[in-house]
Every structure is written in structure tokens, then in C-alpha cells.
């Protein structure tokens, strides 16, 4: 019998244990993650990631890990002398994963120094604890590793790197947020200033045009737009996008073969060749100062549920289940971003134009995107569009070089 309660809710029944439900209602509780060093006997750097350390006594100041009872890495740690445990900030998602997926050499090019007892104490850790082995208690499929503290700093207080959901993400407090908030306001008054410009080329091309700042390293946003005439507004002030692919391509081109990697990185696990395809979309920015995408035959509203998913981050920090929902979105759009020189006699349904718009250093801190533009458009037409658009980008450069 179901019993209802005063509040309105009611009490579920019991039901057959579930594994993979298990692992999605302990996926709620999110945990901080850190690496376990040490050096084995024949000298090997031996690194594991662990999503359960924690705090388990002060007196006697005891720390707990629990490792699976199959993991080969933990049965070599198991015989060092002393271990190291670092505990992973926000910007070492990276390092996580490269860790992870090594089987051997996992300490090559990552820079390190000794614990007081010898183990790796990475860069940029955010805290570190110079650990020995107490106890190793089994607990079903996998040990409880009790240990006691030798030695410990936080040389690097910063945002932790979380798992939750069954991704790893960041914790940023709410004065955070509101000071990167302000941090806009700056380029919002810049923009201000090339507004006819924006207006005249939307009239000009009769579409949506947004000028896009690179906020920071993870977020574009929205900071001026315009529209022509009987098109409706699709990017107000203030939209925040993610730098991951498709996105920012033509920031991400011009910042390196380090941060092209980076950036790369998340759509080489849905797709190998739509990898390549972003990859030589930056190739094709740096070459002809402009990126392109274009919407299939028959399907006007390609863009609907990635611009929904777009709109759902930019009213809040996703939660690693959004921020896969966002990325299944873009991964199954029917968009095209091969790249491709529009040519005469041709006609085009044309998703997207972004230029960038470089700074005095020749770096790239904005960018120019026009869309919502008419469908089934001569190729000669998108060619003057593209003129227009470069034409806009470099007035909007001088204008920024000279305030």
C-alpha cells in the first residue's frame, strides 16, 4: 500500500535492485577528484584517479580512498612506501583524462616535484596530502584504503574539479559569477559604438547580426546584435555560448596547435571524422578569414534544438547531464560545417557567416556572425555577403584600435 504523506508526496515502493540506477541516483552526490601518486619499488611513476577521497579522522589525522579491487594500478601502489595524494582543481580536467586513459608512462609531459617523501606533487594542484598506508579494508568490489597524514599544503586555492553526473565540471560561487557579469559590461559599452555598423550590414544582408566577445577561456558572449528588416531576434545581449566545437572556431584558430587540441578534444568521442572537419574548418578560417555552415535541403529549423540547448546554458552553469545533453544536440544536427568557397551559378542555404575582428596584438577577442539570412540564395549573393562581412569586421577593428 502506497501511503500518502502531509506534504503531498508519496512513498515509493521497494523495487529489484538496479546497478545502473545505482550509479545514476549516487551520480546526484557530487565528489572532488584527486590523483593518488607514488613510486613503485622498480622505480615506475604510478598515478591513479579517484573520485572518493575524504577526510576521515584529525586524531589521528586520517584520510580514506576507495579504488576497485581490479585496479592493477592501485595493486602496485599498494606496495610503495609512503603516497601522494593530490587533490585536482578545476582547470586539471585534462590532466584527469590524459591520466586515465595512459597504461604506462602516465607521467610524460607533466610537470611534477617530490612529496617530502618522494611521490609526484603535480603543477597546479590544488592541495596536497604526503600520505602512508594504515589499513586496507575490503568492502565488496572494492578496498578502503585507510592513511595516515605526514605532510600537507595548498599551494593552489582554487576551484576544485567535481564529478557529478558522470562528468567532471567546476564550482563557481555566485560572487564569482556576478564579477564575470561585470566583467562584460566593458565590452558591452565598446560595442555601443558600432552599432550602425551592425544595423547597416543586417539591413544590407536582411539577417541577424551578432558581434561576439570571448569573455573567457570557456564563453563566448552576445555583447551587440541587430536585425533586418521582418527578421526576428534570435541572440539577445547577454548570450553566453560554449567554446567546444562547432563554436569559436575562429577564436580557436588563431590561439594555437596547443588550444586547437583542447578544443577538439570533447567531439573526438562522438566522431572521428566530424573531428576532422572542425579541424580543417580552422585551417579554412586562417586561410580565408571567415567560416561557414550550411542547413540541408528541405530542413529550415536545423538549428532549433542546438539553439534550445544554447538558450538552456546561457541561464545557468550546465550540469555535466546538460552539458551532454548540449553536445548530443549538436552532435545529431543535420548542420554541415565542411568548409566551402561559395561559388557563382551555385545556390546556397546558408546557416551561418562568423568572421573573426583582431586585435592590435593580432590576437582574436571578438567575432562577427551573421544568420537567419534568406534561403536558397545565389551563390554571387553569398559572395557579396561574405564581402560585406569582412568589409564590417575590419571597420569594427579600427574603430576598437582607435577608442
Not at 512513498?11 to 540506477?21: G, I
Not at 593518488?36 to 577526510?55: H, K, M, R
Not at 583524462?97 to 612529496?115: A, C, H, L, M, Q
Request: hydrophobic share 40%; with cysteine; glycine share 8%.
Amino acid at each position: 500500500m502506497v501511503q500518502r504523506l502531509t506534504h503531498g508526496m508519496t512513498t515509493p515502493p521497494l523495487t529489484a535492485f538496479d546497478p545502473q540506477r545505482f550509479r545514476e541516483v549516487l551520480g546526484q552526490y557530487p565528489t572532488g577528484v584527486a590523483m593518488v601518486t607514488g613510486i613503485a619499488p622498480d622505480g615506475e611513476l604510478l598515478a591513479l584517479i579517484v573520485g572518493t577521497f575524504s577526510s576521515v579522522s584529525l586524531d589521528p589525522p586520517l584520510v580514506s580512498f576507495m579504488p576497485m579491487k581490479t585496479s592493477k594500478t592501485f595493486a602496485r601502489l599498494r606496495e610503495c612506501g609512503s603516497l601522494c595524494i593530490n587533490v585536482l582543481s578545476g582547470s586539471q580536467e585534462q590532466l584527469a583524462r590524459t591520466i586515465s586513459r595512459r597504461y604506462e608512462n602516465k607521467f610524460d609531459g607533466i610537470d611534477w616535484v617530490p612529496s617530502p617523501s618522494g611521490d609526484p606533487i603535480l603543477a597546479d594542484t590544488l592541495s596536497w596530502l604526503d600520505v602512508r598506508v594504515e589499513k586496507i579494508v575490503e568492502a565488496g568490489d572494492h578496498d578502503i584504503v585507510l592513511c595516515r597524514v605526514l605532510a600537507m599544503d595548498a599551494p593552489n586555492p582554487v576551484a576544485p574539479l567535481i564529478f557529478f553526473q558522470g562528468g567532471y565540471g567546476t564550482f563557481v560561487v555566485r560572487s564569482l559569477i556576478a564579477r564575470m557579469e561585470s566583467d562584460i559590461v566593458p565590452a558591452v559599452q565598446q560595442a555601443a559604438d558600432v552599432r550602425a555598423e551592425l544595423e547597416a550590414l543586417a539591413k544590407r544582408v536582411n539577417c541577424e547580426v551578432g558581434l561576439l566577445y570571448r569573455a573567457n577561456p570557456d564563453e563566448l558572449v552576445t555583447v551587440a546584435s541587430a536585425v533586418g528588416p521582418h527578421v526576428s531576434m534570435g541572440e539577445g545581449l547577454g548570450q553566453r555560448i560554449p567554446v567546444f566545437p562547432p563554436f569559436a572556431d575562429v577564436f580557436i584558430a588563431h590561439d594555437g596547435p596547443e588550444a586547437e587540441e583542447r578544443w577538439l578534444a570533447p567531439s573526438q568521442a562522438w566522431d572521428a571524422a566530424q573531428t576532422e572537419v572542425y579541424r580543417s574548418r580552422l585551417a579554412f578560417a586562417r586561410e580565408h578569414g571567415y567560416v561557414i555552415s550550411f542547413l540541408p535541403d528541405g530542413c529550415d529549423d536545423a538549428y532549433v534544438d542546438m539553439a534550445a540547448a544554447v538558450r538552456r546554458y546561457g541561464s545557468a552553469a550546465l550540469t555535466p547531464a546538460e552539458d551532454r545533453a548540449l553536445r548530443q544536440a549538436v552532435a545529431t544536427s543535420e548542420v554541415s560545417y565542411a568548409p566551402e568557397v561559395p561559388e557563382t551559378g551555385r545556390r546556397y542555404r546558408i546557416g551561418s557567416l562568423v568572421a573573426p575582428i583582431h586585435g592590435p596584438d593580432g590576437g582574436v577577442a571578438h567575432c562577427l556572425r551573421l544568420s537567419r539570412m534568406p534561403l536558397d540564395t545565389p551563390g554571387e549573393t553569398v559572395v557579396g555577403w561574405l564581402e560585406a562581412l569582412k568589409a564590417s569586421a575590419r571597420v569594427i577593428e579600427q574603430r576598437f584600435a582607435e577608442a
